[in-house]
């Protein structure tokens, strides 16, 4: 019993790290670190930022998701940003969103 609960909790701590892993490559590949950057402003909020904003909102996964996917503006200033290509997919979307809000 022990063992079971040992491989069932290292294969969790696997699967979160291989969905960060995932999420930053898929970020990387999606032309997001264009306008953001992972502890900086640039043209748009760093993702810590992101992240440390949203730590505690329950509805974040889905509003950020949406606003991804919808580009969106006036949240961290005047910049808007674009809505993303139909070419990356709303699970690709989810993923980054995922990886993002994990970050501390």
Same mark, same amino acid.
């Given at each position: $019993?022990? =063992?079971? =609960?040992?491989? %069932?909790? +290292? +294969?969790? #701590? =696997?699967?979160?790290? +291989? %969905? ?5 490559? #898929? ?5 997001? $670190?264009?306008?953001?950057? #992972?502890?900086? @402003?640039?043209?748009?909020?760093? %993702? @810590? ?25 006036? &949240? *961290?200033? @005047?910049?808007? $940003?674009? +809505? &993303? ?13 995922? *990886?993002? #809000?994990? %970050? @501390?």
């Amino acid at each position: $019993m022990y =063992f079971r =609960f040992i491989a %069932l909790l +290292a +294969a969790s #701590l =696997f699967a979160d790290n +291989a %969905l960060a892993a995932n999420g930053e490559e #898929l970020a990387i590949n999606s032309n997001c $670190m264009t306008c953001h950057a #992972l502890e900086q @402003k640039a043209l748009g909020p760093s %993702l @810590k930022e992101i992240a440390a904003k949203y730590r505690n909102d329950k509805s974040a996964q889905t509003a950020l998701e949406r606003k991804v996917r919808n580009g969106g503006a006036g &949240t *961290w200033g @005047k910049m808007p $940003m674009p +809505a &993303t290509p139909k070419s990356i997919s709303d699970s690709d979307i989810k993923s980054i969103v995922q *990886w993002i #809000l994990s %970050l @501390k």
